[in-house]
C-alpha cells in the first residue's frame, strides 16, 4: 500500500487533483543517473531503497540507523555510489542535507528509524518547507502489522509532517519503492522545491521484491506551471517602462530557481534598484550599484524606504512575509504590485497583487527582458533621475553601521564584517538565528548566489554547524563557515564530532555574549531591560560554562579565542589557515550590542529605528 498524494496544504495548491500527468524521469531536476534504463533486479526491500537512491542521483545520506531501518543500513554498506556519513542526532542529519542541498541546488538526503529518529527530524523538514529547500527524508516504520497499535518506537510519522512536506508516502508494498523514491526526488525538485518524507514499513524492507527503476513518472494533480502567461510579461513591462518609483523586491525563489544571472539583466535593463530579502542574500551582488541591501525589520533603511515609497514593486519569488512588509496594511501604501512565484498560493497571499505571474523566474525574466525592450523602443527610458537621488541621499545619510562598545568585549559587527573580508567572497557562510544571523546578513558582502546559508522562515536555532557540514560535503573546495551564537551553538555542536570524524573540516566562529541575543535586547527595549532567563554564562563570568575551547580540543577540532579587536585578524587568518581540521573560535563579544536599524515586530516599516532614539524622516517626496 502507499498512502498518497496526500490533500495538500494550502500554499501548494498544485497537488490539487486535476488531469493526470505523465512525466518522464529525464525531464526532472533529477541527476541523470536517473536516467538509465535499468532492468528487472531481484532483491530485498532494503536493497531496492539503497538501488533507487543510486538511480535518483543522491551522492551522500546523512543518517543514523535504529530497529525499523535497520535492515537498509546493511545493504547501504555495500554501496559504491552513496556515502553515509553517520550523524550525532537526527536533527543535525536533517539540518546538513538540508545545507548540502541549499549550497548545490541538489537534493538532499537524510535518514532515520522509526519514532524518536523520525519526529527529530520534523525541524529540519519544516525548516526546509519554509525556505523552499530540496529535500528527501527516508524513515523506517514498523512492521505493517503493527502499524496502528502503538508497538515500541511507532508514530505516524507522515501524519506529523503532513503540513510541513510538499509531499509524503507511507509504504508497506516492496514493489513500490523504486517508483516512490523517483517520485520523491522530482517533487522535491521541481516547480517550488522542498521537503518529501517516505516513510517505509520495515516489513516491505525485509520482503523480497523485484527491483526496476522507472522511466516515466505519472503524478495525478502535479504540473508546475513553468511558462509564464504572455499577456502578464506585457503588462509587467509596460508598469516597469513607465514607473517613476519602481523598486525590484527580491526573495529566495531567485536562489532557488538559479535566476541571479537573468535577474542582473533585468535590474540593469531597467535601471531600476533592487532589494534582496534575508534568503536572497548574494542573488545579486552587493558591490552591484543597484543594490539597496535587505529590506524588512532589520533591513537597511534605503531598502526599507524605498519600498514604502515606491510606486511599483516587482516582487520575484519573494512572499511578502511579516518580517518584510511589517503591519502590513501600511507596506507601500502607494504602490502597483506586480508578483511573479513558481507557486500560485504565494501570489495575492499576504499582499493584493495587480499583475500576478506564474511561472519560473528564470523564464519569467528571460521573457520580460524582450518585452520590456519594446517598451523602451516604443515609449523610451523612464526617468528614474529624481528617484535615484532620493534614494542615493538615504543611502548617504543613513549607512549600516554600529556604535563600539563600552565594556571592553569585541564589537561582534566588527568580528564578522572581518570574517567576511578576510574569507572572501567564493566562501560559504552559514548562520544560526538571532543577532548574529542578523549581523552576517549585514555585515558580509555577498557576491554570488548559494553563498548565504541560513532558516529564515521558521527561524530554527541550531541550524548554523550541521548545515555549514552540510554544505562543505556538497562543495568541498570552498571556504565553509558556521556563524554562530553562543546560544544556537549549544544545540546542535556535537556535529562537530561528525565533522572531526569524516574530514569535513568547517570553521565555526562562536559570536558569544554571554546571552540569547536577540531575546535579551527585546527585553532591553520592550520589557524594561528585565533580563528574565537570557544569561547563558558561556564567557563573561569568572567560570565559562562551557569553554568552548576545551569542548573543541574534546571533540578533535582546533580551538581559538579572540577576546581583542587587536587580535581579530590574526586569530581568523589562523583558522583560514588550518585546513586538516575543524575550526572553533570563541569571540567574546559584547552581550549590549544590538541590530540596527530595527522595526518593532507589528508596527508600520514608517516608524523604523536607524539607531535607538533615532527615526529617519519620510518626509520628502519627488
Request: hydrophobic share 40%; net charge negative.
Amino acid at each position: 500500500m502507499v498512502q498518497g498524494p496526500h490533500p495538500a496544504p494550502p500554499r501548494t495548491p498544485a497537488h490539487a487533483p486535476t488531469a493526470s500527468v505523465t512525466t518522464s524521469v529525464s525531464s526532472s531536476r533529477v541527476p541523470a543517473a536517473a536516467t538509465t534504463a535499468i532492468g528487472p533486479e531481484q532483491v530485498t526491500g532494503a536493497k531496492s531503497i539503497v538501488r533507487s537512491l543510486e538511480e535518483a542521483g543522491a551522492e551522500v545520506v546523512f543518517g543514523i540507523p535504529g530497529g525499523a531501518i535497520l535492515p537498509t543500513y546493511d545493504p547501504l554498506m555495500d554501496s559504491t555510489r552513496l556515502r553515509h556519513i553517520l550523524v550525532r542526532h537526527e536533527q543535525g542529519g536533517g539540518h546538513a542535507a538540508a545545507g548540502y542541498a541549499a549550497a548545490t541546488g541538489r537534493v538532499g538526503v537524510c535518514m532515520a528509524t522509526s519514532g524518536p529518529g523520525a519526529t527529530n527530524l520534523v525541524t529540519p523538514i519544516a525548516d526546509a518547507h519554509m525556505d523552499s529547500v530540496p529535500l528527501v527524508a527516508i524513515t523506517g516504520q514498523v512492521g505493517a502489522s503493527l502499524i496502528g497499535t502503538d508497538a515500541f518506537q511507532e508514530a505516524d510519522i507522515v501524519g506529523i509532517t503532513l503540513p510541513v512536506t510538499k509531499h509524503n508516502y507511507l509504504v508497506t508494498n516492496p514493489d513500490d519503492i523504486p517508483r516512490v523514491i523517483a517520485e520523491a526526488f522530482h517533487i522535491a525538485s521541481t516547480g517550488r522545491p522542498g521537503p518529501v518524507l517516505v516513510d517505509i514499513a520495515k516489513s516491505a524492507m525485509q520482503a523480497n521484491t523485484t527491483f526496476s527503476w522507472p522511466q516515466d513518472l505519472n503524478l495525478p494533480g502535479y504540473h508546475p506551471v513553468t511558462k509564464p502567461h504572455a499577456k502578464q510579461i506585457r503588462e509587467a513591462a509596460r508598469l516597469i517602462a513607465t514607473s517613476r518609483k519602481p523598486v525590484f523586491y527580491v526573495g529566495g525563489g531567485v536562489i532557488r530557481a538559479g535566476a541571479s544571472a537573468q535577474l542582473k539583466a533585468l535590474a540593469e535593463a531597467a535601471g531600476a534598484p533592487v532589494v534582496t530579502t534575508l534568503m536572497a542574500r548574494g542573488a545579486l551582488p552587493d558591490s552591484h550599484p543597484q543594490n539597496l541591501g535587505m529590506p524588512g525589520m532589520h533591513g537597511t533603511v534605503p531598502a526599507v524606504a524605498a519600498l514604502q515609497k515606491a510606486d511599483l514593486i516587482v516582487a520575484l519569488g519573494a512572499r511578502f512575509d511579516d518580517r518584510v512588509t511589517g503591519l502590513l496594511s501600511s507596506f507601500a501604501p502607494n504602490a502597483t504590485i506586480v508578483h511573479a512565484d513558481i507557486d500560485p498560493a504565494e501570489i495575492g497571499k499576504n499582499r493584493t497583487v495587480d499583475v500576478p505571474i506564474v511561472g519560473d523566474l528564470k523564464e519569467v525574466m528571460a521573457d520580460l527582458l524582450p518585452e520590456l525592450a519594446r517598451e523602451h523602443v516604443q515609449h523610451g527610458k523612464p526617468d528614474l533621475e529624481g528617484w535615484w537621488r532620493q534614494l542615493d541621499e538615504w543611502r548617504e545619510t543613513f549607512p549600516l553601521g554600529y556604535d563600539e562598545p563600552q565594556d571592553g568585549h569585541l564589537s561582534p559587527q566588527y568580528v564578522i564584517s572581518r570574517i567576511g573580508e578576510l574569507s572572501g567572497p567564493e566562501s560559504i557562510f552559514a548562520a544560526g538565528v538571532g543577532q548574529h544571523q542578523m549581523w552576517a546578513a549585514q555585515f558580509i558582502k555577498y557576491q554570488r548566489p548559494n553563498s548565504w546559508l541560513n532558516s529564515g522562515g521558521l527561524g530554527t536555532m541550531g541550524y548554523a554547524v550541521p548545515a555549514a557540514m552540510g554544505a562543505k560535503v556538497g562543495d568541498p573546495s570552498r571556504t565553509v563557515w558556521a556563524i554562530d551564537g553562543d546560544g544556537c551553538f549549544q544545540m546542535t555542536n556535537q556535529e562537530l564530532a561528525t565533522c572531526t570524524i569524516n574530514d569535513i573540516p568547517i570553521k565555526v566562529a562562536i559570536i558569544n555574549n554571554s546571552s540569547l541575543g536577540m531575546v535579551r535586547q527585546w527585553q532591553t527595549l520592550f520589557y524594561e531591560s528585565r533580563y528574565s532567563n537570557t544569561d547563558l554564562n558561556t564567557g563573561h563570568g569568572t567560570v565559562r560554562v562551557p569553554d568552548f575551547v576545551k569542548m573543541a580540543d574534546a571533540y578533535g577540532c582546533a580551538g581559538l579565542r579572540c577576546e581583542t579587536a587587536a587580535d581579530v585578524d590574526s586569530t581568523i587568518k589562523r583558522a583560514l589557515e588550518i585546513n586538516d581540521q575543524p575550526v572553533v573560535i570563541d569571540f567574546t563579544v559584547s552581550r549590549d550590542a544590538m541590530v540596527w536599524p530595527m522595526v518593532a515586530a507589528g508596527v508600520s516599516n514608517d516608524q523604523i529605528q536607524y539607531a535607538r532614539g533615532i527615526s529617519p524622516a519620510w518626509d520628502r517626496e519627488d
